[in-house]
Each structure stands twice: as structure tokens, then as C-alpha cells.
């Protein structure tokens, strides 16, 4: 059973930056497991923020940027806003007879 | 404007099978694929499973067992049918775009539109 890892919860200051991981049981994320991001702010659907690691929606805020970083894909915010409170979850690409994982999900508290 | 929007039962009792359709409207439908997507209460998502316009299906192992997904392209529908369900199932399930490549840069895949979402909750 393949597990993606992300951080339960971050708190960041307004303004601030911070960087959120999502980590594959199977070792090192790479670019071939397509990283998707999203957000999901209570009671609300999730929205799509980044797709293939790094590549934006045309409605994802510039403060948001997607990466690899250290074997792990990574979303960072700069510059963060109130209103980035929310959940994030990550969404990795296994292929074969699993072909998408979700993480659990990282709980950001702007505070 | 891509719409996709989502009906179904929301109260089931154990044993019976879940039944969602979700509609497509503004876009194309062909050269997506389409996939379901469900959240527990309070928890995280988990991926259930995606379908192309050919009906070519992928599956979560974990619900393989019990799931099927179709699709009708005469109407721009695809459908989420989950058998045998339990206390478990219970969740917000939703439909969503992806994956897909991306035609202009080619990059992918994707998820981007997402249905309003239907609580389905499973109780004796």
C-alpha cells in the first residue's frame, strides 16, 4: 500500500513564506509522478493550484509556485495572505494498478 | 465555461450500491479523462477511480472490487456506481476533470474542474 506523507499542520505569519512537503513511501518523488496541489478551504470544494510539479492554472495566485525539493515535492507560498488558510493536499502519480495518490493533506494556519 | 455538475442518492443503507452521474457542460468531452474523488467526514481524499470518453476505466485497488465507472457520450455523462457500501463509504464524493494533458504546452497530467459535491451518507 503506497503512502504519500505531507505535513499534519504548518502555522506561518502573514507576509511570511512557507514551504509544504508530500513524500512517497516508494522513495524519492520525481518529476514523473506528475505533482498536482490543491486547496481546500472549509466546506468549500477543493480547487486545483498547480499540476506536473510546477506548472500553474490560469487562476493560481503567483505567490504560489510548485518544486522538487530534497525528494520530496514541495508548494511554496510567498508572501502569504489571510485568506491561504486552508487545507493543501498533494496528488502523486504511481501508474499500474495505483495510479493516483492523494496525501493527507497539511492544515496551514495563517497566524 | 467548463460546468460539471453532479447528482445521486444521498442516503443509502448498508448493502446497497452507490449511484452518481456527473454531467459535463461547456466543454469538451472527449480527449479528457474524467475521475471520482471522495472525502470522508473530516478526512483527507482518497482518488476512486477515472474513465475516458472510449471508457477506458482505472481503479483504486482498494475498491476496485466494488466499483464501476461508465460513461454515456450522447449526454456528456459519466457515472460512479460503488456496490455492497458500509458505514465506511460514507463521504463527500466529487466529480472532477482530469487527468489531462494540457493542449497548448502539452504538459500534464492534470486535474482542474470540479463538481459541487454530493454527501452520500450510508446508514441502517
Known amino acids: 500500500q503506497t503512502v504519500v506523507t505531507q505535513e499534519p499542520s504548518l502555522t506561518v505569519s502573514p507576509g511570511g513564506t512557507v514551504t509544504l512537503t508530500c513524500a512517497s513511501s516508494?522513495?524519492?518523488?520525481?518529476?514523473?509522478?506528475?505533482p498536482n496541489w490543491f486547496q481546500q478551504k472549509p466546506g468549500q470544494v477543493p480547487r486545483a493550484l498547480i499540476y506536473?510539479?510546477?506548472k500553474k492554472h490560469s487562476w493560481t495566485p503567483a505567490r504560489f509556485s510548485g518544486s522538487l525539493l530534497g525528494g520530496k515535492a514541495a508548494l511554496t507560498l510567498s508572501g502569504v495572505q489571510p485568506e491561504d488558510e486552508a487545507e493543501y493536499y498533494c496528488?502523486?502519480?504511481?501508474?499500474?494498478?495505483?495510479?493516483?495518490?492523494f496525501g493527507g493533506g497539511t492544515k496551514l494556519t495563517v497566524l | 465555461q467548463v460546468l460539471l455538475q453532479q447528482w445521486g442518492a444521498g442516503l443509502l443503507k448498508p448493502s446497497e450500491t452507490l449511484s452518481l452521474t456527473c454531467a459535463v457542460y461547456?466543454?469538451?468531452?472527449?480527449?479528457?479523462?474524467w475521475s471520482w474523488i471522495r472525502q470522508p467526514p473530516g478526512k483527507g481524499l482518497e482518488w476512486i477511480g477515472e474513465?475516458?470518453?472510449?471508457?477506458?476505466?482505472n481503479y483504486n485497488p482498494s475498491l476496485k472490487s466494488r466499483v464501476t465507472i461508465s460513461v454515456d457520450t450522447s449526454k456528456n455523462q459519466f457515472s460512479l456506481k460503488l456496490s455492497s457500501v458500509t458505514a465506511a463509504d460514507t463521504a463527500v464524493y466529487y466529480c472532477?476533470?482530469?487527468?489531462?494533458?494540457?493542449?497548448?504546452?502539452?504538459?500534464?497530467?492534470?486535474?482542474?474542474?470540479w463538481g459541487q459535491g454530493t454527501m452520500v451518507t450510508v446508514s441502517s
Open positions: 472532477a476533470r482530469g487527468p489531462y494533458y494540457d493542449i497548448l504546452t502539452g504538459y500534464g497530467p492534470a486535474f482542474d474542474i
Open positions: 461547456g466543454g469538451s468531452f472527449s480527449g479528457y479523462y
Open positions: 474513465i475516458n470518453h472510449s471508457g477506458s476505466t
Open positions: 516508494t522513495g524519492a518523488v520525481t518529476s514523473g509522478y506528475y
Open positions: 506536473s510539479t510546477s
Open positions: 496528488l502523486l502519480y504511481y501508474g499500474g494498478a495505483q495510479p493516483w495518490v
